[in-house]
């Protein structure tokens, strides 16, 4: 798909995910959000709890032909993945995992609860963008917009109109801003209650999580 090509600069390839990739896709996803993502870090989610939530999307990600993968050129090791769904594919389901998940699923209710009703897209036509992650021994290469990059014309290629996300830190929405995407609502998380605690309170600098969309 592309590729940095610089003399200088290791090859970084994108393609698509296919079965064999979905393991590692899911490892390094989950290691990176329990590492790095604000709600899981608050509310102690571990890699394991990650990845059999993940587990739950692996059958889409095999076989809709949307999710995109980053390796090393020479290697050939996974350095990112970005999970994306088709926009009428449920998201992975929480039912019976963590109870770690709940505040956050609950902070995403909300943000869907203040964007209000919204055109409910057909098949083909809106993708999710779930989830985003750069391996940390790939990081600050700029792979993470790359990689949204290559999503995005891969959708527009198969006909897609339009794309949606949810950013869970100021540096995810930067990513997402820089390629086109304005914000539709955002929770902070120093606001947010689960059952009347501030269960997001440590993590009050990250803003909060925001749904973000652009047309393709």
Do not use: W
């Amino acid at each position: 798909m592309t590729a940095d090509d610089s003399p200088t600069t290791p090859v970084i390839r994108y393609a698509i995910c296919d079965a064999t990739d979905v393991p590692g896709v899911i490892g390094l996803l989950a290691a990176t959000f329990a590492a790095n993502d604000p709600p899981a870090r608050a509310v102690g989610l571990t890699p394991g709890e990650l990845e059999a939530y993940m587990e739950r999307a692996a059958g889409a990600v095999a076989t809709d032909g949307l999710t995109v993968v980053a390796r090393d050129g020479a290697s050939g090791l996974l350095a990112g993945a970005v999970l994306v769904l088709d926009g009428t594919t449920p998201p992975p389901q929480v039912d019976g995992l963590s109870p770690g998940f709940e505040p956050v699923m609950g902070i995403f209710g909300q943000l869907d609860a203040n964007i209000g009703d919204a055109p409910t897209p057909q098949p083909g036509e809106q993708l999710n963008v779930l989830m985003l992650g750069v391996s940390a021994a790939f990081a600050r290469r700029g792979i993470a917009q790359e990689l949204v990059r290559a999503a995005l014309a891969n959708g527009r290629r198969l006909g897609y109109r339009a794309a949606v996300t949810t950013a869970t830190n100021p540096v995810s929405q930067h990513i997402f801003a820089k390629l086109g995407f304005a914000s539709r609502a955002q929770v902070l998380y120093a606001d947010y209650r689960h059952h009347g605690l501030a269960v997001f309170a440590s993590i009050a600098d990250a803003g909060g999580p925001m749904t973000m969309s652009r047309d393709l």
